[in-house]
T-cell receptor, first 117, second 110 residues
Framework: EAGVTQFPSHSVIEKGQTVTLRCDPI?????LYWYRRVMGKEIKFLLH????????ESGMPNNRFLAERTGGTYSTLKVQPAELEDSGVYFC???????????????FGPGTRLTVL | GEDVEQSLFLSVREGDSSVINCTYT??????LYWYKQEPGAGLQLLTY?????DMKQDQRLTVLLNKKDKHLSLRIADTQTGDSAIYFC??????????FGTGTRLTVIP
């Protein structure tokens, strides 16, 4: 079974440009999460989709970040325009459970390393 | 808000035990987790513990929870070079969101 995949693995862009990150969750997983780790700091939650709906987007830093999950399959996270402080590793995770079992394991992708120059 | 802290680095000799520590601030935490990240890979869930437990053991891994002091530790017995990785402590309060620490980079010296 394929795990969570993310594309690209690395992205280097200039300040002011736009970048779109993609996450493909494990097939059949309804829950999809985005997290971010800024250099040397903790991994922080950004948002959570249940199927195509945003369940919780309380961690999104500002309106330069736009996440979508059309059709409830893969998700994209767009940063427009990118700023220097957006540099970091963006992780995606997915989990299966529909019943709200809070111990449902989140499976993480390898992350996308974003560098904004 | 939630605050989860870990030391950044730990070095141990192969065959010794490793102890990675974590402190958290939110007393309403319900579940606490340990994740492992190897180079170039995603986060792998190693183990988790409910807040009403003191200890959980799984092969070479032992998790200790001191709820009064809000302290969580992960002990790896007979540490191997393959255990070299970044270890993240995380907690949740029953919602789906995980709150992570900064990660501890474990280096195992042959």
């Amino acid at each position: 079974e394929a795990g969570v995949t993310q594309f690209p693995s690395h992205s280097v862009i200039e300040k002011g440009q736009t970048v779109t990150l993609r996450c493909d969750p494990i097939s059949g997983h309804d829950n999809l999460y985005w997290y971010r780790r800024v250099m040397g700091k903790e991994i922080k939650f950004l948002l959570h989709f249940v199927k195509e709906s945003k369940q919780d987007e309380s961690g999104m830093p500002n309106n330069r970040f736009l996440a979508e999950r059309t059709g409830g399959t893969y998700s994209t996270l767009k940063v427009q325009p990118a700023e220097l402080e957006d540099s970091g590793v963006y992780f995606c995770a997915s989990s299966q459970d529909e019943t709200g079992d809070i111990t449902d394991t989140q499976y993480f992708g390898p992350g996308t390393r974003l560098t904004v120059l | 808000g939630e605050d989860v802290e870990q030391s950044l680095f730990l070095s141990v000799r192969e065959g010794d035990s490793s102890v990675i520590n974590c402190t958290y601030t939110d007393s309403s935490s319900t579940y606490l987790y340990w994740y492992k990240q190897e180079p170039g890979a995603g986060l792998q869930l190693l183990t988790y513990i409910f807040s009403n437990m003191d200890m959980k053991q799984d092969q070479r891994l032992t998790v200790l929870l001191n709820k009064k002091d809000k302290h969580l530790s992960l002990r790896i017995a007979d540490t191997q070079t393959g255990d070299s990785a970044i270890y993240f402590c995380a907690e949740s309060m029953g919602a789906n969101n995980l709150f992570f620490g900064t990660g501890t980079r474990l280096t195992v010296i042959p």
